[in-house]
RNA sequence: GGAUAGGUGGCAGAGUGGUCAUGCGUGGGACUGCAGAUCCCAUCUAUUAGGGUUCGAAUCCCUACCUAUCCUCCA
């Protein structure tokens, strides 16, 4: 398995263990305002990466944090006039719900910044120690000049960031790169109690907290978006190899990219971000995971109705087959690992995660099987059933119509009847069954002299 | 200015030397009582520009131009 690995810039070979866990770490949100697709691309992306190696036989342990205390959630509460545990703690909540809607269910803890303080004021102690960091009126920083590697993995050059910073110069680093770790209490902030006064963390030794506690000194892969790399990462290397002196923070760096709206990137400064409480309004989550998956991970994705329009056809192809084909055949579970097709998908994937070729060549079975659909075999069937489902196991792009639901017996009345209807050539009685079926959302197909159907809601403009 | 990733049809996007995949869109056809789903055909005369290497370049080299992200908080 190869992936493009941002320390190296280049695509290279995914050397993990099967024998023991897999540490995973995906920079989590600031619980600060509403989510937007934006997030979700990152999550989601990481999350199916996850699923994969999963699928693939690894133990992997995903651990995300959530940086629940932060100037931007304290104006936030200011600016309302509440209390800074409202306002993380409603994100919080909001974060997990949309987590739960688009399916991203990989992670196995999320570790909360607050309750970790005493670890952060370890890190703080050890640096101050070993003379990485020092003491100021307003906090304590971390001393960059002492740390030869930063700037690696961003590429920047160490000098050109000192000379054409764009950095606070008011305040009293003694250096323009450095960062801080530690922010001195000021009036109307909360505050725990530390070594240099009231105070609180900095964002960076959050993270590196938070990973030496369960992960230790070095872990397997680091993810986040791409915006991260500088200052965040550079800030956390410095950090954890100046406290544990090994060379390295993390084995592999994989960075995904942002998502664009009229060629800009959305952020929540630029004001032009879309909430994934809206595009949920009019898609279906698996919709969204087709859409945000569907490009290599480092391409900027240029958010559009029609990416989603596109989307929503796709998985539109690949759930009505997927529902034909359950309707021939339901032992698709058996015998995994000796799918020629699944082979084929494994190749593609190892290549370098690219979810967007993994589809593309899942559309071109897709179209194999629905021209062969009537002459299928059994174990061609199953092999069909197993590929579906095996793919969904980890994009979750399949939507799931039920031909079981608590109506059936109502509907094979009513599909009698509207088949009685059609041989006496009552079409317009028959018609108003399948638009009154379509109107609850139960959708039927006639062939011959079968009817099929299955229940699958609308959503958004589609309806009507 | 530096770092990174790119510039291919209406849009998205493969393709590291030999008739420019594929998907979406659009048009037509088959199937159907009609639909739906599906399939077939077509369409869009597409490789940023200019040089070079080569029998031959989207693909290699040079130059220019352009776009996005990062160089401040950001997934």
């Known amino acids: 398995m190869k992936v493009y690995d941002s320390m190296a810039k280049e695509i290279i070979s995914l050397n993990l263990s099967k024998d023991e866990v897999v540490k995973v770490f995906v ?4 619980v600060q305002d509403n989510f937007h697709v934006g997030h979700a691309r990152t999550y989601i992306f990481f999350d199916s990466l996850v699923k994969y190696l999963r699928v693939r036989g690894y133990s992997v342990f995903y651990l995300q944090n959530i940086t629940d205390i932060d100037d931007k959630i304290i104006n936030r509460a200011n600016e309302e006039g509440v209390d800074y545990i409202e306002v993380s703690e409603k994100f919080t909540s909001e974060y997990m719900q949309l987590m739960n809607l688009l399916h991203i269910d990989s992670v196995n803890f999320y570790a909360r910044a607050t309750l970790h303080i005493p670890e952060i004021i370890n890190q703080i102690s050890e640096l101050v120690q070993k003379g990485y960091a020092y003491e100021t009126s307003d906090g304590v920083y971390f001393r960059v000049s002492k740390f030869n590697d930063f700037g690696r993995l961003s590429g920047q050059n160490m000098d050109a960031l000192k000379s054409g910073s764009r950095v606070d110069l008011n305040e009293q680093k003694s250096d323009p790169r450095d960062f801080v770790i530690w922010k001195k209490y000021k009036p109307g902030e909360p505050f725990w109690e530390s070594p240099w006064g009231k105070g609180r963390p900095g964002w960076h030794i959050e993270d590196t907290a938070i990973t030496e506690k369960y992960f230790g000194p070095t872990y397997h892969i680091h993810g986040s978006g791409t ?17 544990s002196g090994s060379p390295k923070l993390a084995d592999y760096w994989i960075h995904s990219a942002m998502i664009n709206i009229n060629d800009e990137k959305m952020s929540k400064s630029l004001k032009n971000y879309v909430k994934i409480r809206e595009v949920l309004v009019d898609y279906w989550p698996e919709e969204l995971r087709y859409a945000l998956l569907n490009a290599q991970f ?13 989307a929503r056809q796709n998985v539109n192809q690949i759930s009505i087959l997927y529902r034909k084909l359950s309707l021939k055949g339901r032992n698709y579970k058996n015998n995994l690992g000796e799918n020629a097709k699944i082979k084929v998908l494994e190749n593609i994937l190892d290549k370098n995660i690219d979810f967007r070729q993994l589809f593309t060549e899942v559309l071109s079975m897709v179209g194999e099987w629905n021209r062969n659909l009537d002459t299928m075999n059994d174990p061609e069937v199953t092999e069909a059933l197993q590929t579906i489902y095996w793919v969904d196991s980890f994009t979750n792009i399949v939507r799931r119509g039920s031909g079981v639901s608590s109506v059936k017996g109502a509907v094979e009345i009513l599909l009698s009847l ?3 209807m059609r041989s006496r050539k009552e079409f317009g009685i028959a018609d108003g069954i399948r638009a009154d079926l379509k109107d609850l959302g139960i ?7 079968e009817t099929i159907w299955w229940t699958s809601e609308e959503k958004g403009s589609d309806k009507n």
């Not at 920079?27 to 600031?30: A, E, F, I, K, L």
């Not at 959708?443 to 002299?449: F, L, N, R, S, T």
Request: charged letters at 35%; aromatic letters at 6%.
């Open 27 to 30: 920079c989590g949100p600031t």
């Open 418 to 420: 509207r088949k009685e």
């Open 443 to 449: 959708y039927i197909e006639d062939k011959g002299e």
């Open 298 to 310: 480092k391409t900027s994705i240029n958010f559009s109705p029609e990416i989603l329009q596109e």
């Open 227 to 243: 915006d991260l790399i500088f200052p965040h990462h550079e800030a956390e290397i410095a950090i954890e190899r100046s406290i």
